[in-house]
Nanobody
């Protein structure tokens, strides 16, 4: 059974940094993409960053140049390095894995104070 567990969220001041981690357990023969989404209060869940099986990455326009997605295949972990955080980055961040199915983590809260 595939499980995704996020960690690394918390409270940070504007301009600060956080690194989110998503540990993936279970048997995964191949995947299409791993990504991070976020959902702010009253808003729909939205893509933040994705890394595809070939290594290509894509980012939401609002985080380009500030966030970096990466993965460690040996550790089955995907990361989201978030720099220059803004109050509008406040949200619950969810890890996502796409194989022949779609898997989600439970989410981790990121709060950026002004």
């Amino acid at each position: 059974q595939v499980q995704l567990v996020e960690s690394g969220g918390g409270l940070v001041q504007a301009g600060g940094s956080l690194r989110l981690s998503c540990a993936i357990s279970g048997t995964i023969l191949s995947f299409n993409a791993m990504g991070w989404y976020r959902q702010a209060p009253g808003k729909q869940r939205a893509l933040v960053a994705v890394i595809r099986s070939g290594g290509r990455t894509n980012y939401a326009d609002s985080v380009k140049g500030r966030f970096t997605i990466s993965r460690d295949n040996a550790k089955n972990t995907v990361y989201l390095q978030m720099n220059s955080l803004k109050p509008e980055d406040t949200a619950v961040y969810y890890c996502n894995l796409v194989t022949s199915r779609v898997f989600w983590g439970q989410g981790t809260q990121v709060t950026v104070s002004s």
